[in-house]
């Protein structure tokens, strides 16, 4: 519509800058995975992690402005680059792909859970022990060969969904301050998120917004195991059946679809932080984990990625389209 005061092309920019953005974050990814030392990522725990020293009362309410001030800080902040990019293609599409690169943790999650199956392969479980916690919160020391070996195939099931899918979501929803906000709150989530004595009330609001914005992640990542592993009907059938068990709302389903995906069974007791859980068995009927289920959980994880990959930026540029079809019958 003339006069409206739109450049011709700028309903076009952010769909194809997230489409470009997007694919070239992910590669960037692929190749560089996440570095030692100055990841943005890491800034910003810290950065929460101060705001907490300052913040802590044994309180909702106080974690609750925790959450509001940390999240709503980095979407803010993320929308204010964005606004100032608008203009420019080129830009958006290099902001796009740095703040995919910076959100994204594939890479990072495969190369950590090989690292512990080689090291379980070669017989070393003191070393498996010690790269557990690169991987995930739970106890090490207690946990032989094949609990070490399903802690990895379990966390390789839930990050997929935290650290690629969930971002991609909801970077095609929201652009950059999705990608940035997503992993904002993911990250307060593993900081304060938990059942400890501290973070019992304090975190309370972090995870209750941890658990809304993971849901369709989580959802695409179940229904892309179930397409990409290689048992589609026992991933169905797991996660029909056994997804809504676990005691996590986003975990449930991406766990028992890789646990049918792979024909092993997933769940049982585990402690986290001196606190033991007895959690439901996923795939009950299937096998005991074995080591060689990391390395075809590893798989299905990038297999995973890359669909999510061409499910979202799809997504988006045919959600652009749409919207400049009905744009020009205005």
Known sequence: ??????????????????????????????????P??????AVFGSAAAGLERMLWRDHRGRGALHTALCAGGAVAAAAALQRAVRRSGAASVALTTAATWAVLGGTSLVREARAIGAALSAGDTKAARERLPRLCGRDPLALDEAQLARAVVESVAENTSDAVVGALV???LGGVPGLVGFRAVNTLDAM???????????????????????????????ALAVLAGPDPRGAWRTWRRDGGRHPSPNAGPVE?????????????TLAYGGRVEHRPVLGAGNRPVQVRDIERAARLSRRVGALALAV?????????????SRRGQV
Request: proline share 5%; net charge positive; glycine share 18%.
């Open 170 to 172: 909801w970077g095609a």
């Open 256 to 268: 028992a679809s890789f646990a049918g995906a792979l024909g092993v069974r997933l769940g049982g």
């Open 312 to 324: 979202t930026v799809g997504g988006r540029l045919a959600w652009g389209a749409v919207a400049r």
């Open 1 to 34: 519509m003339r006069g409206s005061g739109r450049s011709p092309d700028s309903g076009a920019v952010a769909p194809c800058a997230f489409a470009a953005g997007a694919a070239l974050g992910w590669l960037a990814d692929l190749a560089l995975a996440d």
């Open 192 to 222: 304060v998120g938990h059942k400890s004595p501290r973070h019992r009330r304090f975190g309370w609001a972090a995870a209750r917004l941890d658990d809304a914005a993971g849901y369709p992640g989580a959802r695409l990542t179940a």
């Open 36 to 41: 030692r030392r100055g990841h943005p990522v």
